[in-house]
């Protein structure tokens, strides 16, 4: 759905985008990461067409850029960073508009707006002026904008930024819906959305691609999370013990409680040391009452990625 081959974007101020190649498959939910200035508007713009590369190859939905932009315009769903609405109009005919620029029919467009207001839940505020609708709303439209000609392929910059937890909670909800019939590239600072809605991501820093895997896979990248135990024992032979152990890092005594001792044990990276924990500690006949492992979080693989 999108073919990206040695992408680049010079700006006066320097190269915000340094010869990116990744593709999107079709019905692929895709995250686009990275931190800020990492070059993710940037790229979303040229993919949309809004943007001129300064070198580089794209194919959008089945159309090259820049040859074929209007076409590319009319496949895809852009939903900008700052979303360029028109304050002065009221949302049905914003969306009418917009559609009928989208080559929307005359026939088809009532259906289609009808549609949008409900599935973006706006139909209550169908007849306000944009101006004078909240963030959280002024969003929806955009998101609205974005969907009225139906297009196969959704490009949402930072989609839920500004929105309140519960706007987010139903913005999330929406765009996992939207996925179940749709390519999406969706760029956000928020991990947890990512972990939620897509199962891939492009990690991007520095006008540089630094990672596009599954999540499962970029979290395997990092340390695998840390094993907390809680046992009974002598703490030194303890400790010895644990950090003589096959593809174990480190060893920490956290805390004691009495008699109770609790250790973190940190794997070594993308390696599983719960059975031979299990086992030694079954081996030694230590009573035991926590067992627990810190999994690996997008955050801790996008902080390691990105770091200075
Ligand atoms: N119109 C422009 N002229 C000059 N430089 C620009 C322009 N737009 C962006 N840049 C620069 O390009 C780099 C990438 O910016 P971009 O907006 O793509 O980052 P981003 O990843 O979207 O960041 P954010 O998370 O803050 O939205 C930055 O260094 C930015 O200052
Ligand atoms: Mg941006």
Known sequence: MIQVENLTKRYAGGEAVRSISFSVEKGEVVGFLGPNGA????TMRMLTGYLSATDGRIEVAGAKLPEQSLLVRQRIGYMPENVP??????????????GRLKRVSRGEINHRVGLVLDQCGLTEVRKKIIGTLSKGFRQRVGLADALVHNPPLLILDEPTAGLDPHQIRSFRELIK??????????STHILSEVEMVCRRAIIINRGRIEASDTLANLEKRVQAGALQIEVKADSGIAKEKLSQLQDVGAVAELNRAG?????EVTALPGKDIRGGVDDLIKKENWPLREFRREKARLEDVFVELTQE
């Not at 070059?39 to 940037?42: D, H, L, Q, V």
């Open 259 to 263: 008699d109770w001792i609790s250790f």
């Open 39 to 42: 070059g993710k508007s940037t």
């Open 85 to 98: 609405l028109y304050p002065e109009m009221r949302v049905e005919d914003f969306l009418e508009y917009r």
């Open 177 to 186: 819906d939207l996925g179940r019939e749709r390519t999406i590239l969706l």
